[in-house]
Nanobody, 128 residues
């Protein structure tokens, strides 16, 4: 099982920005498809964004499209999720996940059990 470490969460005001990082040691992240999921209290874990290992294609949940950007830095063996224009409804624990298959067609309805490895989660709080 891959060891993923996600970080970068924190507390911001509505309209603010955060950049989450997903890193790994002992293996190369660009061999894997990486997704970001989030889970708010009392809600199911939902897919937010994904970047494929095959062609680098990305997709986003409708709720974050245009505000969030997923990217890779292969030199740093890290995948980022840049989150801009944050809203209170974006508050959740964010997790990165990895698998060998490409991104699903719609990350928003992706099944968490279809992902092989997970980070420990990083808390994002959006409040005024």
């Amino acid at each position: 099982q891959l060891q993923l470490v996600d970080s970068g969460g924190g507390e911001v005001q509505p309209g603010g920005s955060l950049r989450l990082s997903c890193s790994a040691s002992g293996f190369t992240l660009d061999y894997y498809t990486i997704a970001w999921f989030r889970q708010a209290p009392g809600k199911e874990r939902e897919g937010v964004s994904c970047i494929s290992n095959s062609d680098g294609s990305t997709n986003y949940a409708y709720s974050v499209k245009g505000r969030f950007t997923i990217s890779r830095d292969n030199a740093k063996n890290t995948v980022y999720l840049q989150m801009n224009s944050l809203k209170p409804e974006d508050a959740a624990v964010y997790y990165c996940a990895a698998r060998n298959h490409p991104c699903p067609a719609m990350i928003a309805i992706a099944t968490p059990t279809a992902w092989d490895s997970w980070g420990q989660g990083t808390q994002v709080t959006v409040s005024s």
